[in-house]
């Protein structure tokens, strides 16, 4: 097994792992599903992707927080564009205009039409960490270590963390390592030389560990029709690790 160091920077991150429909959270930090979609994107493996990440489901990941609080920003989105107006089902989601919106107001009967319509459209609320900064050392075999390592210094497709509007703010890939010591050595090195100190690690836990939680973000299946499962995870305290021979 070999550990990828990844850095992961920027004006805007979203890591979702429980919101579906129109409010849309993000989690404190990234998620499994969301660096393994960079890891996909990075190496143009697209749609369902089962297998792959059958072999990848297991990994080990440790995010590390630098910040331990981050601001966080809602954005407003209306959704519409491009649906078919010649379609019944699809033309209920085209947000209408100030007139048309006015006379079906003036026509309906029902107060509970008019409540519905008041919004014009389908509203979608999108959260984002600010200006955050996090790390991630994930464990894999060292074929998919090395496919990866790879793909991302020459990335097929775009690079976001979390959603397509969060583009990074620095170079992601910092390394493949044979040990998770030695990526968090190097990790703390690369730290310091941008004045940081990382504050919480987030790991994999054993079930029902004490003040362990459930994320929902290990992906089964990519995609159209996406499918996640459970695994238990713990914040504590960064523990600095020992220079190598200490």
Not at 35 to 41: E, P, R, W
Not at 57 to 66: G, R
């Amino acid at each position: 097994m070999k550990y990828l160091l990844l850095w992961l920077e920027a004006p805007l991150q979203s890591w979702g792992a429980d919101s579906r429909f129109d409010f849309r959270k993000t989690m404190d930090a990234p998620t499994k599903s969301g660096i393994f979609g960079l890891l996909l994107a990075a190496s143009g493996n697209s749609g369902p992707q089962e297998e792959l990440l059958a072999r990848m489901a297991d990994a080990p990941l440790s995010v590390i927080d630098f910040d331990g609080f981050t601001p966080r920003l809602t954005d407003f989105h209306m959704v519409g564009n491009g649906y078919r107006e010649n379609d019944p089902w699809e033309k209920l989601f085209i947000p209408l205009k100030a007139a048309e919106l006015n006379k079906k107001k003036r026509e309906s009967k029902s107060d509970e039409d008019k409540r519905k319509m008041s919004s014009g459209g389908l509203r979608t609320a999108r959260e984002y960490l600010q200006d955050s900064r996090f790390a991630a050392v994930l464990g894999l075999s060292d074929e998919l270590a090395d496919k990866f390592a790879s793909a991302l210094q020459a990335p097929v497709f775009d690079l976001y963390l979390g959603r397509k509007c969060c583009a990074p703010a620095d170079l992601i890939f910092r390394g493949v390592f044979d040990s998770e010591a030695d990526a968090f050595r190097a990790l703390q090195a690369f730290a310091a030389e941008k004045k940081l100190a990382p504050r919480y690690i987030y790991a994999d836990a054993k079930p029902m560990e004490d003040d362990a939680f459930l994320v929902n973000d290990v992906p089964i299946r990519f995609g159209r029709h996406r499918l996640y499962r459970d695994r238990w995870v713990v914040k504590r305290e960064w523990t600095p690790v020992p220079e190598s021979g200490v």
